[in-house]
DNA sequence: ACCTGAACACCGTTCAAGT
DNA sequence: ACCTGAACACCGTTCAAGT
């Protein structure tokens, strides 16, 4: 997360203004994410905040895209894969998951990038391969490792992301909400009986829940 | 929600320039999304396809965000939800499912919308019910089977989308390609020796497994 | 009631020009 | 080599003004 070592150059001649750098437009435009939400991830802004012109961006970075790709990544540095030595395959798996879940509630910006960005970065491969780790000592290998891998990482994604959705408040969610509520009972009967379990959000036993169905479902399918 | 009605109107005067509906505007909407990809869902160019400006639009439709759920569930409607009478629940469960991304195949623009707006509207909301049904029919209801769809639905959506990242040719996938190519063995030997699985789509075989596990992992979980 | 022009406040990206 | 100003080609949304 933080590059204590820089701190150390301190140049006399600039008073505050660190030279550009791709770190540090990553980690600026990270904070943007953090407190201006997805819009704030823009050029311009990025520009701004590091009180340049945004064309001085691009020599450090070839797009927006890719800049993305780097945010997501920096952003995933702040989880913690629990030690191997501790607990159960199974447990140690839940657990990094989570944590991976607890990274994307925190700066929800996130969780769209991990929605819709491809994680190429060394915090993103560190974490399939610990999952990939853990299945294996769960004797899932192979094609079911692999295709599994996805499955479990998705559905992290998508919980925040859902969650970040709702939680905005000019979004679609009043839309969801009242939609549910006038639901037509006679078309959609089940759906209707259902809605307070779909709406809620239903937290970390949900979440869980979701976690050990794929799990379970894996394990099933390979016996 | 149609309002069909408006079809029988038809006065001479106008040559070929329909006037301005929220149906029409939905409709060019999605062609636009169609022939252009993502970016060509937006305002200005829906209001140059109708020829006229983009301030027109908002006298129908609240904003881009609403504009969007209208086009999804509009896109939803090509697809066939099986006639119940004829297979087994899960037979009918998973054509309704592969029905499902088969329309986010055709126009990926829309496996986008489905995977970042909320979806209201009849179409969205057929299929959840549809969905609902079958799994009753299996035996799966209350707490299993609202969280469950989230999760069934959730998974074709990402399919498509994951595709439709991987056909951009400009997009990151050349990075992540060339990134698992370069996969530091030593560092990732997991990763490094499945990446053929990974990266390969899988196609139908694939799509067909991460049902069974999240179908397989419900079916468990209650018991 | 419906439509429009023009404006406001933004975007990403490029490129010639400066130091 | 690095940075910048200015421009290009776009955005969504609003609003006074027209018919």
Redesign the pocket.
Known sequence: MDKPTRTIISRRSRPAKE??SKELIIKTALELLKSEGP?G?????IAKALD?????L??YVT???ELSAYVLDHGLGKMALPDVQEGSWKTNLFDALNSYLMVLYETPGIAELALTTIPVGPHSLALTEYILERLHEGGIRSTSAAWGVDLLLLYPASVAFEQASRNQKGSPLHALTASYQTLDASRYPLLAGLKDEMTSSGGKERFHWGLEVILQGILNKQD
Not at 41 to 45: A, G, N, Y
Not at 52 to 56: A, F, I, K, R, Y
């Open positions: 030279p550009l819009s991830l823009s050029m311009r802004k340049t012109g945004p064309s001085s691009y020599v797009n927006l895209q």
